[in-house]
Nanobody, 121 residues
Framework: QVQLVQSGGGSAQPGGSLTLSCTAS????????MGWYRQAPGKERELVAQ???????NYAHTVEGRFSISGDSAKKTAYLQMNTLKPEDTAIYYC???????????????WGQGTQVTISS
């Protein structure tokens, strides 16, 4: 009953920019957190960035200063602006949303389909 649709992946050159978006729909009452994880072959899954209550942000050390996450609560959408891209940013990026349950005491998490980001010359 909850769906996350991702867009904006693709290819870019080192130093370039890409923007990812993630829109949640379905049975949603309150979104607590939206963000992206990424996973590259041979590497562990990494939390890239997240926005909590569509206000507080945090970033992986590897992307801080280059990436910026923002959100639109009315649209139930988060955006990840990725600048100064590096080859090591190459990965599949998975959007996630953390929803507050009806009793406001717990959460459920949901995942998008993933999108490939490839940074190469």
């Amino acid at each position: 009953q909850v769906q996350l649709v991702q867009s904006g992946g693709g290819s870019a050159q080192p130093g370039g920019s890409l923007t990812l978006s993630c829109t949640a729909s379905g049975n949603i009452r309150i979104i607590k957190t939206m963000g992206w994880y990424r996973q590259a072959p041979g590497k562990e899954r990494e939390l890239v960035a997240q926005i909590i209550d569509f206000y507080t942000t945090n970033y992986a050390h590897t992307v801080e200063g280059r990436f910026s996450i923002s959100g639109d609560s009315a649209k139930k959408t988060a955006y990840l602006q990725m600048n100064t891209l590096k080859p090591e940013d190459t990965a599949i990026y998975y959007c996630y949303v953390r929803l507050l349950t009806r009793n406001n005491l717990d959460f459920t998490s949901h995942w998008g389909q993933g999108t490939q980001v490839t940074i190469s010359s």
